[in-house]
């Protein structure tokens, strides 16, 4: 199914925001903690899950990364505090039905040499994401890092040391081809085959490879989309594929662009094409 998010309407109520992404044909939602952050009580967020299922957008994921809660790394202890937060937005999630929490995998400290950040970096990350992780499936939840063009996992080398260290098969990543695109320009593409079956999930875009943040419709960028797809085929991809247009200017007349093309994605991949039946309000 072809997963949305309600934040690329984020000058729009709540409300509105679903009903747009409803009209424009997506399936699912990954939701963004500002969105929810009136719903304070599980009752309210149950009432929130139940909204969103009436109009046929069942909720998948809690997309938190970049909380404000998950600085830069300053000391190993700064671990504590990353994990607290985790485990609110983890319990947010599953008061609201969905499966999975999407963070990112850290910063790192200012100044930080290679031997920090491949010694007691990399050593605090595998403790934080074993607790994280451990703390996720008791409540039937996994987790997802979201790499960034400034986040430490865009060193496909730590990126791997994290993830073989966790060890577990309900931590993987989420590959953004806007992020890759501007953080590895060169290189985007062969990374999907380095992530191989620690890919769990893409946010499908394009990008100008410049801006870090700007999601472009599919084909209004400069990536290489059809080598992206293909590298997905080639690791045997069965996620689930996100529509990310985060800052687009132009959210509704690119989703109109960008729902069609990310079918047609979705079919090349043969994923399934499920479209919850929706109710009108």
């Not at 990543?173 to 593409?189: A, I, K, R």
Request: proline share 7%.
């Amino acid at each position: 199914m072809l997963i949305g998010n309600p934040m690329i309407f984020r000058e729009l109520p709540l409300e509105a925001a679903l009903r747009q992404t409803q009209a424009l044909g997506f399936d699912a939602l990954e939701l963004w903690p500002p969105q929810i952050a009136a719903c304070r009580t599980d009752a309210l967020r149950r009432q929130l899950a139940e909204h969103c299922a009436g109009l046929g957008l069942p909720l998948v994921r809690l997309n938190a990364a970049g909380a404000d809660y998950f600085g830069p790394w300053e000391t190993p202890a700064s671990g504590a505090q990353f994990l607290d937060g985790l485990k609110r937005d983890i319990d947010a999630a599953a008061a609201l039905g969905m499966g999975e929490v999407l963070t990112w995998e850290g910063r790192a400290p200012a100044g930080a040499t290679e031997r920090d950040i491949f010694g007691w970096v990399l050593d605090e990350s595998v403790k934080l994401f074993r607790a994280a992780t451990d703390y996720a499936r008791a409540r039937g939840m996994r987790l997802s890092v979201e790499v960034h063009p400034f986040t430490l996992g865009i060193d496909l080398r730590f990126l791997d040391a994290l993830m073989a260290g966790v060890g577990a098969d309900d931590f993987g990543v989420t590959y953004d081809c806007c992020h890759f695109g501007v953080g590895l320009p060169h290189s985007y593409v062969p990374a999907i085959s380095a992530l191989g079956p620690r890919l769990h999930h893409v946010h499908f875009c394009d990008s100008d490879q410049v801006s870090a943040e700007l999601h472009f419709p599919p084909g209004r960028g400069r990536l290489d989309l059809d080598g992206i797809v293909a590298a997905l085929r080639g690791i045997g991809f069965r996620g689930s594929l996100m529509l990310d247009l985060w800052l687009y200017p132009l959210p509704e007349a690119g989703a109109r662009i960008g729902v069609p093309y990310a079918r047609r994605v979705m079919d090349a991949l043969s994923l399934p094409p499920t479209r919850p039946q929706r109710q009108e309000r």
